[in-house]
């Protein structure tokens, strides 16, 4: 029977990908060599040329990134995976696949900020030219399509603000002109959402997030149809950046619990977001299980849960928000997200602080913003743990 007769996603994240050896080992193996050996100069000519299947050297392939990418392939619902490095260099891989000099880029303006670096202040110097607009805003991004738009490319929830993109409305206009669908699902994971079912080409992962979920190791992925992939393939064994082995162990072994945290960081998630609307000191909150989130419906549509990402703002702006952040004893303090230990940042001087100011504005981020990526502590220490930030504005 092959594995892939399993249907239900929980078998698959603990038994997708698995090919034992010849010492018959219960776990997934790691496979620390860098190169392969082969039984004959023959088959090394052979393997080179891609004519016998089989490993060559780990920039190539390497088993135990082989079973990661199969594992999130099957999650996902994808035809093939390639694993990166990060998840920029997945972001990278896919725009050195897929643009040339001269096309153009359709990308959410809430975006990552390394993503807007990358697309406004790398690829523009290779003649690759991005808009900026807002993907809630199907008719902004029906409007700035061009002929030469190759790639559409969006988060959804994005980060911070958790707006949340129609994906099935935007792979329909990206493919009327022309143009693939990318969607950075690294919020979501395939446990909330599955864009490639709602027509999007691409999907892109930071595994540094959910899948590994432990706050371990910097990993990335593409998925999509096997002959898009194998290109991304052809740029990465040229290129280089692929997913070391060890690394590939580690978030294998986290997508076997995948569900179980997301699920459970969700749980706790909704519900800070519904007791932080009730704090005087807060003045709003996205999140998109909350009913007063503006994209509520279509979350509700789109995914099976809000996630564990909260943001919110607070009275008093930047200063207001560091008191919040320095007083937390708990949770906390770095940009990385997805773990099962809460993290707490300031989008504003971190993850985006690289964006102009007017950029940053214009996109939403407030000084006074807060975010929260909710693990698996007690929800009443999250919020002891924040109460003390809040109750000092009143003093
Ligand atoms: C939504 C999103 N995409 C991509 C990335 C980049 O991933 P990495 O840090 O693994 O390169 C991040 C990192 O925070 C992210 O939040």
């Given at each position: 029977?092959?594995i892939?007769?399993?249907?239900?996603?929980d078998?698959?994240?603990?038994?997708?990908g698995?090919?034992?050896?010849?010492?018959?080992?219960?776990?997934?193996?790691?496979?620390?060599?860098?190169?392969f050996?082969?039984?004959?100069a023959?088959?090394a000519a052979?393997?080179?040329?891609?004519?016998?299947?089989?490993?060559?050297?780990?920039?190539?392939?390497?088993?135990?990134?082989?079973?990661?990418?199969?594992?999130?392939?099957?999650?996902?619902?994808?035809?093939?995976?390639?694993?990166?490095?990060?998840?920029?260099a997945?972001?990278?891989?896919?725009a050195?696949?897929?643009?040339k000099?001269?096309?153009?880029?359709?990308?959410?303006?809430?975006?990552?900020?390394?993503?807007q670096?990358?697309?406004?202040?790398?690829?523009?110097?290779?003649?690759?030219?991005?808009?900026?607009?807002?993907?809630?805003?199907?008719?902004?991004?029906?409007?700035?399509?061009?002929?030469?738009?190759?790639?559409?490319?969006?988060?959804?929830?994005?980060?911070?603000?958790?707006?949340?993109?129609?994906?099935?409305?935007?792979?329909?206009?990206?493919?009327?002109?022309?143009?693939?669908?990318?969607?950075?699902?690294?919020f979501?994971?395939?446990?909330l959402?599955?864009?490639l079912?709602l027509?999007?080409?691409?999907?892109?992962?930071?595994?540094?997030?959910?899948?590994?979920?432990?706050?371990?190791?910097?990993?990335?992925?593409?998925?999509?149809?096997?002959?898009l992939?194998?290109?991304?393939?052809?740029?990465?064994?040229?290129?280089?950046?692929?997913?070391?082995?060890?690394?590939?162990?580690?978030?294998?072994?986290?997508?076997?619990?995948?569900?179980?945290?997301?699920?459970?960081?969700?749980?706790?998630?909704?519900?800070?977001?519904?007791?932080?609307?009730?704090?005087?000191n807060?003045?709003?909150?996205?999140?998109?299980?909350l009913p007063?989130h503006?994209?509520?419906?279509?979350?509700?549509?789109?995914?099976?849960?809000?996630?564990?990402?909260?943001s919110?703002?607070?009275?008093?702006?930047?200063?207001?928000?560091?008191?919040?952040?320095?007083?937390?004893r708990?949770?906390f303090?770095?940009?990385?997200?997805?773990?099962?230990?809460?993290?707490?940042?300031?989008?504003?001087s971190?993850?985006?602080?690289?964006?102009?100011?007017?950029?940053?504005?214009?996109?939403?981020?407030?000084?006074?913003?807060?975010?929260i990526?909710?693990?698996?502590?007690?929800?009443?220490?999250?919020?002891?743990?924040?109460?003390?930030?809040?109750?000092?504005r009143?003093?």
């Amino acid at each position: 029977m092959s594995i892939f007769e399993f249907e239900h996603l929980d078998s698959l994240a603990v038994r997708a990908g698995i090919e034992r050896s010849q010492f018959g080992e219960h776990c997934e193996a790691l496979y620390l060599s860098s190169s392969f050996v082969f039984k004959s100069a023959e088959q090394a000519a052979l393997r080179f040329a891609g004519e016998d299947l089989g490993n060559v050297y780990a920039r190539f392939s390497n088993p135990t990134v082989t079973a990661m990418q199969t594992r999130l392939a099957a999650l996902e619902g994808a035809e093939a995976c390639v694993a990166t490095a990060s998840g920029m260099a997945a972001i990278l891989a896919l725009a050195m696949t897929v643009l040339k000099t001269g096309d153009h880029i359709v990308a959410a303006q809430g975006l990552f900020g390394a993503t807007q670096q990358l697309f406004a202040g790398i690829l523009s110097r290779f003649g690759i030219e991005t808009n900026f607009v807002s993907s809630t805003n199907a008719a902004a991004v029906q409007a700035s399509m061009r002929p030469e738009t190759k790639l559409v490319f969006v988060e959804t929830p994005s980060n911070p603000l958790m707006e949340i993109t129609d994906i099935a409305a935007l792979a329909d206009i990206a493919h009327r002109g022309g143009a693939i669908l990318a969607v950075d699902n690294s919020f979501c994971t395939p446990i909330l959402q599955r864009p490639l079912e709602l027509g999007a080409d691409v999907v892109i992962h930071s595994a540094t997030k959910f899948l590994d979920g432990q706050g371990r190791v910097l990993g990335g992925a593409l998925l999509g149809a096997k002959p898009l992939m194998d290109e991304v393939y052809k740029y990465l064994r040229t290129a280089g950046p692929t997913l070391s082995p060890f690394n590939a162990w580690v978030i294998l072994k986290g997508m076997e619990t995948l569900r179980l945290r997301v699920e459970a960081q969700s749980a706790s998630a909704l519900a800070l977001a519904q007791w932080l609307e009730q704090q005087p000191n807060v003045q709003k909150v996205f999140y998109p299980g909350l009913p007063s989130h503006p994209q509520h419906d279509l979350a509700v549509r789109q995914q099976k849960l809000g996630g564990a990402i909260v943001s919110f703002v607070v009275r008093g702006g930047r200063e207001a928000a560091w008191r919040l952040i320095n007083q937390t004893r708990m949770i906390f303090i770095t940009a990385n997200l997805g773990d099962t230990k809460s993290t707490i940042t300031h989008p504003a001087s971190t993850t985006h602080g690289r964006i102009s100011p007017q950029a940053r504005l214009a996109a939403g981020i407030e000084e006074g913003l807060v975010r929260i990526s909710v693990g698996l502590e007690g929800l009443e220490d999250l919020k002891a743990d924040l109460l003390g930030g809040l109750e000092d504005r009143h003093a």
